[in-house]
């Protein structure tokens, strides 16, 4: 039986930024999960620029889904969408992925203080609007049945050190940043996808 992960959300969903599209998030878990002998049928619908307002017409897009891996969050950021409307937009998505019967992971919005083109004198403000979209992204994650993954910290560390992890625009990751975001992704990925497959 075919697994089937659909990826949803921004341009970090889809992968600009990435030298490949091989190495987007999504491709790089089908093939982790091929190694486990899981074979994965892969639907990304994700589209850069995309706000959570735009989260809904990409639901309409999935069919069979076992398993959503939402991103979404940074253009809400840059766009200065109200937190609260944000969520609520987000949590929507999810209840509305758990009725088609998938699981649902969730990043949430990224620390765009760590992006290189913020002024240091604007870091902190930035670093706050951030924490409060993550709060209420998470809070309406698990409200809707979902879970929204806690990378978010440590991989900020590394992008704030490492600007190799960030592609030419300095905005979106490398194919090295997508690599990290993999596989802090992979261990809950991959115990999702043996349960299901278990099953």
């Known amino acids: ?21 091989a190495d987007a998030i999504g491709p790089r878990l089908v093939r982790a999960l091929a190694e486990d002998d899981v074979d ?3 639907q990304v619908v994700a589209v850069p620029g995309a706000t959570s307002a735009a989260l809904a017409g990409q639901v309409r897009q999935v069919t069979r889904c076992d398993l959503a891996l939402v991103v979404v969050g940074a253009n809400d950021l840059t766009r200065l969408v109200p937190p609260a409307t944000a969520a609520q937009q987000l949590g929507a998505a999810v209840r509305d992925l758990r009725v088609l019967g998938a699981d649902v992971l969730v990043v949430p919005a990224p620390d765009l203080s760590t992006v290189p083109w913020v002024p240091p004198a604007f870091q902190a403000l930035v670093a706050t609007a951030s924490a409060e979209l993550q709060r209420r992204q998470d809070e309406a994650v698990e409200a809707a049945g979902g879970v929204a993954v806690p990378i978010g910290a440590d991989l900020g560390e590394r992008f704030r050190n490492q600007p190799g992890l960030f592609a030419a625009d300095r905005f979106h990751p490398s194919s090295a940043g997508y690599a990290l975001i993999a596989e802090a992704l992979l261990p809950v990925v991959r115990s999702i996808a043996r349960g299901r497959t278990a099953a």
């Open 1 to 21: 039986m075919t697994y089937s992960l659909a990826v949803l959300g921004d341009s970090i969903a889809f992968g600009t930024g990435a030298a490949d599209p």
């Open 40 to 42: 994965v049928a892969l």
